[in-house]
Nanobody
């Protein structure tokens, strides 16, 4: 079992920044990849970013590439999502997720085994 707790969401103006954190517990954090997804009202949950277990490899959705940065600190069992140049369309509930069983892909919700409860990000225009 893996428990995930997100924090850092809030209200920010367009062009601003936020940093989300996700604290993990329950299994050896450095052994599995982590991802961030988001879900806007009335829309499906969508992939945002992923980081490999070591932190060496990262992947991003085209919509956030160049603006968001995913990173992890294995000593603190925490993954981060630094979000810069935020836009109103980034408004959503953001979820962190753990790929413990290594699905071999990373883009779909089914590729992840554990999920946090989500944190709201609202970007005003």
């Amino acid at each position: 079992q893996v428990q995930l707790v997100e924090s850092g969401g809030g209200l920010v103006q367009a062009g601003g920044s936020l940093r989300l954190s996700c604290a993990a517990s329950g299994r050896t954090f450095s052994r599995y990849a982590m991802g961030w997804f988001r879900q806007a009202p009335g829309k499906e949950r969508e992939f945002v970013a992923r980081v490999s277990s070591s932190g060496r490899y990262t992947y991003y959705a085209d919509s956030v590439k160049g603006r968001f940065t995913i990173s992890r600190d294995n000593a603190k069992n925490t993954v981060y999502l630094q979000m810069n140049s935020l836009k109103p369309e980034d408004t959503a509930v953001y979820y962190c997720a753990a790929d413990v069983n290594y699905s071999g892909s990373y883009y779909y919700t089914k590729d992840y085994d554990y999920w946090g409860q989500g944190t709201q990000v609202t970007v005003s225009s």
